[in-house]
């Protein structure tokens, strides 16, 4: 029963936040694109960047709203699943949640209203200042969820007060805590796959209309700037991404191996490119480039890494898994680098347009980044067992004593028929707000926002 119990909230909470990260990178990112593109307008006084910023302001408040409802359930998971894990991280968690809801919450909502509203009631650099101030807030509020869950990756600027269930981690230096030994590379790159989630839905939509041959001028200049965004935020990606392999190297090394199926330690070591895991006979099978694993850990083609065998059996996380999740992430963020690198470069020869073998493949790469959001959280999360808090507090443990598993088992049905009604909803909305597209309206400004010289045509080159 107890196992069961384990299996099942651990199943509910991963289901809950599988979930709700579909849309928190998307507002952040696309909270940037909301930025650019009305700052394009303040600069050019083009029409159709105006245009843009109202269309793409309607999808971030759609994202924004699915985003705050989804996140609600989890703040109660931890009460009723893990009261001994939220007894244990209390002080810690607290801190990190009341910051994100001062400095991230209060500013994004605060400001919500100006940039949803605000169009024709408030000067342009006051709108744009709103704007700002949102996609300013976006990203505040990934800092501080970072920042709880780095802490439970590498645990710093604490100390153990009690024993037993009434063990708590109790905070001695909240910028220790703050800037534990994972948190910066873990928030580059988290930020970065938020930003090229945003900019790759901006690519998709834009690319379908351009298929389709509506809203011509209107995609072309929207997608001329989202593909910039992706290829910058996708070769980021790759940078942050090489950061973060090497603080997981550092700090918690048995998860590495893990990723990469390494169950001796070795030097020279391989990275495996594709592959599959034997687990009973403690093997890795696959494609491998000699020397890359360990310049990968540690700039140094020669260094060694450490393998599985070298972690007691009971303190290693599961490997086909975590290899899984980590080599699916790393292939969609190669391949999107990729295809943005095409975009870019037939946009630059403006063929874009006559290449539509590569604007269906556009219209699907919004896919990547959140599939790739979503194995890199996977991985994280699963890199770490046994442990909920590294080395302090076993997943086990964490669970609440009195919550039985048929009660689980019913929430996590519920839940889960409850989340796919709101998903259908998101489908339903999003495709409606595209297949309407963007007002024609838009494009002349009224209100205190209207400019004399924004009637003028502007011309859009072709891609």
Sequence with gaps: MAMDVLFLSRLQFGLTIGFHYIYPPLSIGLGLMLVLMEGAWLKTKNPVYHQMARFWTKVFALTFALGVAT????EFEFG????????????????????????????ESGFLAVLLFGWDKVGRKTHFFATCMVCLGAHFSAVWIVVANSWMQTPAGYHIVGEGLHARAEVTDFWAMVFNPSFTERLFHTICGAWSAGAFLVVSVSAWYLLKKKHVDFARLSLKISLVVALIASLLQGLSGHISAQGVAKNQPVKLAAFEGLYETTSNAPLMVIGWVDEKNSKTHGIEIPYLLSFLAD??????????????????????????????????????????????????KKKLVEKRWL?????????????????????????????????????????????????V?????????????LFAVFIYLLNDKIQHGPHEDDLIPSGKLALPDELTEHKNHDL
């Design 71 to 74: 996140g609600i359930v989890m």
């Design 80 to 107: 009723t699943n893990w009261a001994t894990y939220s007894r244990f991280v209390g002080d810690v968690f607290g801190s990190a949640l009341a910051a994100e809801g001062i400095f991230a919450f209060f500013l």
């Design 299 to 348: 700039n140094n083609f020669h260094s060694t890494v450490a393998g599985l065998n070298q972690f007691p059996p009971q303190d290693r996380p599961p490997v086909a898994s975590s290899f899984f999740f980590f080599h699916g992430m790393v292939g969609i963020g190669c391949a999107l680098i990729g295809v943005s690198l095409l975009g870019c470069f037939y946009a630059w």
């Design 359 to 407: 604007l269906w493949l556009l219209v699907f790469s919004v896919l990547g980044p959140e599939l790739a959001n979503q194995l890199g959280w996977f991985a994280a999360e699963v890199g770490r067992q046994p442990w909920i808090v590294w080395h302090e507090l076993r997943t086990p443990q964490g669970l609440s004593a009195v919550v039985k598993a048929n009660a």
């Design 409 to 421: 088992l019913a929430s996590l049905i519920l839940f889960t028929f409850i989340y796919f009604l």
